[in-house]
């Protein structure tokens, strides 16, 4: 029992951990910006931390949803609860993306920081469906015992090629190179993840 928890808490946690350092390495190289670009981007974050947290439910959901009705054999209920959940997922995130000056506008009041922060949303808010795809089809994955692979892509894929990203253009490029590591690295991420989705769903569904 101890060995499948770890199995499957371990790689998480690590995954967790590659998160926090890539995006420490993002926010040093945003700091050479200047204050009022320091000041854009913790309101950003602010907003970010909501969709992250929205998205996450979403993730967590799917693994319970998944693996439970995995462990029953009920295959076709798996397919479909993935599909609504996704189509939820990105629906809020649709959602987030249109009020992006607004909620910009509930942690700020300076017109200079809000504009900096509008530029940084305009690059990394259309994005947002892109992580989407990450969250539920890894919940999915977890909920089948797909862990490790699955950590893999999000930890090679997002979190050590977004520091790449940041190393390499952080000496001579401008805001907007900067944070565009994150659409880079989600889109990525993304394309990777839903490439092993659609593998596993048919390895797993032809073994049946």
């Not at 420490?24 to 602010?46: D, E, H, L, R």
């Not at 565009?180 to 993304?190: D, F, R, S, V």
Request: charged share 10%; aromatic share 12%; glycine share 8%.
């Amino acid at each position: 029992m101890l060995q499948s928890i770890l199995k499957i808490g371990l790689p998480a946690g690590f995954e967790a951990i590659m998160y926090s350092i890539s995006n420490i390495i993002v926010q040093v190289s945003i700091n050479t910006f200047g204050v009022p670009t320091m000041a854009a981007w913790t309101a950003y974050s602010k907003i970010d931390f909501i969709f992250w947290m929205i998205n996450s439910a979403f993730g967590i959901s799917v693994m319970t949803f998944v693996g439970q009705n995995y462990g029953a054999g009920k295959w076709d209920r798996i397919r479909r609860g993935t599909k609504i959940c996704l189509g939820m997922a990105l629906s809020v995130s649709i959602i987030l993306m249109s009020a992006e000056r607004f909620l910009f506008g509930i942690f700020v009041n300076d017109a200079g920081v809000v504009e900096i922060g509008i530029r940084m949303m305009n690059v990394i808010a259309p994005a947002y469906l892109l992580f989407a795809f990450i969250e539920v089809f890894s919940g999915a994955l977890r909920a089948q015992g797909a862990v490790v692979v699955s950590t893999l892509i999000t930890m090679v894929g997002i979190c050590v090629l977004r520091m790449i990203w940041v190393t390499l253009v952080a000496a001579h490029g401008t805001l907007e190179q900067v944070i565009i590591c994150y659409p880079i690295t989600w889109a990525a991420g993304a394309l990777a993840m839903s490439i092993y989705y659609i593998y596993k769903q048919r390895k797993i569904f032809q073994a049946r």
